[in-house]
């Protein structure tokens, strides 16, 4: 029969009670029992959560305290030598060292996972790296699974996949060519799983969708051929999910593994290919047909359709239904927003929905159409709903769309004739220091905010307590002595849910939590029609903040392509005409700060990075489109204005040419992890406008001291002109408390001032 299959849940619960209980045991409120029994808790839930939907096998070892990539370094024993272990099984403390640093050394590099915004730990390995079992979990885990009589799944990053996203400290040094060194460990992984009665093992090689390598292609088959040989009584089941396999389909189906899963969501035009590999090598085939990665309700008539096709082609017992990738990235459960708007609420389904629908996709797979005839009839109904509502279409929206020329996209002047213009009106000292947005988000803004929101406080006591610390702030970096400041951001809730409330053709969930790292929980924000901006949304708070002082205050936006990349966006039309339509209403928002004398005005774009696509066939459309919405969105203002933009936690290399036709004024990076490394690619390319290397980790609760800071600097300017060159941190304070953020500014003001003497003193001699 057609198998219900699901390939990862959400682990931080409806609640994010698991993101409660690790923060308060990172503060020492919570013991590491209760940590663990708060885990056990959610993991049981949600395996009984999946078992009653339907699904066939369930998923174990998909959920961490931290990330899955950490969790693979940690079993593998892929523990860097500063973190003093001791060689035998990881300990929590370590874990957890290796995601946010201690007191001694600093944290493992985190950068994005593919196209999405969940970040990883980087692994880092070297030549000569040993590989040792060195984590239980996975087994105890299975254990747990098995005695609450569930059919389990182990789950494992795949070999591949997990060296192709390592990094080494030697840039000569290709971690992929430790594959055959790392597959004794992933056997005898198998074998103790084995010993629990595990058949089946499913094994993520999302890189299998990504332009291989010929190192990596044989890799593939090193680590395959070994494991079949290794444990030849192991069914695996290979998943590779957020694009096609495209020229990989011959490798992929050539690997000796018992069933393979294809992202039909990403990818639909891939199936006829993939069945006829299929058959040809005798493969079981999950297809992969509710969106993992979206919060739209599966078209089901469309999917049985396929699901028709390959039982036609395979037979029913070759043929399962998944999601197109884990369910990592969705909401958990839609029951829970109570106060959605119903017709809206009715196009939706979050992890649990989706359950069902792999569940009925399943059902009608084994038993026919007629046995989902009410479901399907109901889908059907959802689907002419949204295509055909009003609320979706703005003809203003389309009018303005089709009005755009290219000289909407350009400043009207080159940056050294802005910059000369710019440099006469702020008069910055060498090194000038800023911030990259929020400050601190203390219990007592959150209550503020959240009684607003529900009532309980009136708007103008609420506007006052925001006026309040936005003064708070505004004192505190004119004493340090910042040269360019914000205004903290303490009436934001979050980077896009903030600008995505006051855009038409958004709407919100109460508990649509999703991990983007860690702890770290966003709320993504639905775009479902199209989008424009009733009035302004910043110019208010921005405008009180600069009446305080008379150095300058930058305007803090968050750019087209971040907006859309972390929103759920609409799929019934193309991502550009979305950012393209998010970059109209940024525009008006840019040029009424400015009327009101806001012009320093930062335009994050964090995401562009994270929304290029996996192929690089690919990128050149999209990148011509990105870049054209960042420009749509700020080439509105006089040369004096300054425009900066910052971006975090990217590789910048390959899209460095993208990075320079952005034409900001200034352009803020995280390099502090990396320590500079980040930087090169704006070396070698020559990067001819003004730049502002992180030197504050912010995701990190050390407190970094001044020479720290100095030493990165003094690595920038040996590289950047220092005339080019701003001092700040890599990221927004939001998630750091006072009493880290004030020692660490301070550090970051005095560091930019020893950088001035030494610059003194360098032309002096």
């Known amino acids: 029969m057609v198998l219900a299959l699901n390939l990862g849940f959400p682990r931080v619960g409806a609640a994010r009670e698991l993101k409660k209980a690790t923060e308060s045991y990172w503060k020492g409120n919570l013991s590491k029992d209760d940590l663990l029994k708060t885990g056990k808790e959610i993991r049981l ?84 790296q040993m590989f040792t079992l060195s984590s239980m979990k996975i087994f105890e885990e299975v254990m747990e699974a098995r005695d609450a009589g569930l059919s389990a799944v182990p789950v494992l990053i795949g070999p591949v996949t997990y060296l192709s996203l390592a990094k080494s400290r030697d840039e000569n040094f290709d971690p992929v060519s430790l594959i055959e060194s ?54 695996i089941f290979m998943t590779t999910y957020f694009e096609g396999l495209r020229d990989n389909l011959d490798l992929a189906f050539s690997l000796p593994v018992t069933a393979l899963h294809v992202d039909l969501v990403r990818a639909p035009e891939q199936l006829d290919a993939c069945l006829a590999k299929a058959k040809e090598t005798g493969k079981h085939l999950t297809l992969g047909l509710v969106d993992g990665r979206n919060i739209w309700k599966n078209d089901l008539s469309a999917s049985m359709a396929m699901i028709e096709k390959a039982k036609a082609a395979l037979g029913e017992d070759m043929v399962s239904v998944a999601g ?82 290219a000289d909407m996209i350009n400043r009207k002047n080159s940056f050294d004739v802005r910059q000369n213009a710019q440099r006469d009106k702020y008069h910055l000292p060498a090194f000038p220091t800023t911030s990259i947005g929020s400050f601190p988000q203390t219990q007592e803004i959150r209550k503020a905010r959240a009684a607003f929101k529900k009532g309980d406080l009136d708007a103008a006591s609420y506007e006052t307590a925001m006026k309040k610390e936005i003064e708070h702030v505004v004192k505190y970096q004119e004493d340090i002595g910042m040269d360019v400041l914000v205004h903290g951001e303490p009436e934001r809730n979050d980077m896009v849910e903030y600008f995505g409330e006051q855009l038409d053709g958004f709407t919100f969930s109460k508990n649509g939590w999703v991990q983007s790292y860690g ?108 870049v054209d919405s960042f420009k749509l969105s700020v080439c509105t203002v006089e040369d004096s204005t300054q425009i900066h933009t910052h971006m975090c936690y990217s590789e910048f290399n390959d899209i460095i040419d993208s990075v320079g036709a952005l034409d900001a004024d200034v352009i803020s990076i995280e390099t502090s992890r990396s320590q500079m490394e980040l930087l090169d690619a704006f070396v070698a390319y020559k990067y001819p406008n003004e730049i502002g290397p992180g030197v504050y980790d912010i995701h990190s609760p050390r407190i970094p001291n001044k020479q720290e800071m100095v030493d990165l600097m003094e690595k920038a300017s040996k590289v950047i002109d220092p005339d080019l060159l701003w001092v700040n941190p890599d990221c927004g304070l939001k998630t750091r408390g006072w009493a880290e953020v004030e020692p660490a500014l301070k550090h970051m003001v005095d560091a930019a001032k020893a950088m001035r003497e030494k610059m003194k003193a360098s032309k002096a001699a």
């Open 519 to 626: 702890s770290r929980c966003v709320k993504p924000p639905i775009i479902f029609g199209d989008v424009s901006r009733p009035e302004p949304m910043t110019v208010k708070w921005s405008s009180y903040a600069q009446s305080l002082t008379d150095k300058p205050m930058k305007g803090m936006l968050t750019g087209p392509i971040t907006i859309l990349c972390w929103s759920f966006e609409r799929n019934d039309q193309s991502r550009e005409e979305t950012c393209k339509q998010i970059a109209l209403a940024l525009r008006d928002e840019v040029a009424d700060l400015e009327q009101a004398g806001i012009t320093i005005i930062q335009m994050d774009e964090p995401a562009i990075r994270e929304g290029l696509p996996l192929r690089r066939a690919d990128w050149d459309a999209y990148l011509k489109w990105a």
């Open 324 to 405: 197109s990738c884990s369910l990592l990235h969705s909401p958990i459960d839609l029951d829970l927003e109570t106060a959605m708007d119903p017709q809206i609420k009715s196009w939706l389904a979050f992890a649990k929905q989706k359950l069902s629908e792999i569940a009925t996709l399943a059902k009608g797979g084994a038993e026919g159409r007629d046995a989902i005839s009410a479901e399907l009839a109901a889908s059907d109904k959802v689907a002419e709903d949204r295509k055909t509502s009003s609320r979706i279409h703005n003809p203003k929206v389309k009018e303005r769309m089709a009005a755009i020329t």
């Open 182 to 235: 790392l597959i004794p460990v992933y056997a005898e992984i198998f074998n103790r799983l084995k010993g629990y009665e595990c058949g089946w093992v499913q094994m993520d090689e999302p890189y299998l969708a990504m332009d291989l390598s010929d190192a990596q292609k044989k890799a593939y088959e090193i680590a395959y051929e070994e494991l079949a040989r290794a444990v030849p009584d192991m069914n």
């Open 45 to 128: 839930r949600h395996w009984q959560m999946q078992k009653d939907a339907g699904i066939s096998h369930i998923p174990v070892n998909d959920f961490s305290f931290y990330d899955q990539m950490l969790d693979m370094s940690c079993l593998l024993g892929a523990v860097p030598e500063r973190y003093d272990w001791d060689g035998e099984m990881v300990d929590l403390d370590t874990f957890f060292a290796m995601a946010r640093g201690n007191d001694k050394t600093i944290a493992m590099e985190m950068t994005k996972w593919f196209d999405t915004n969940y970040h990883y730990i980087v692994p880092e390995l070297d030549k000569g």
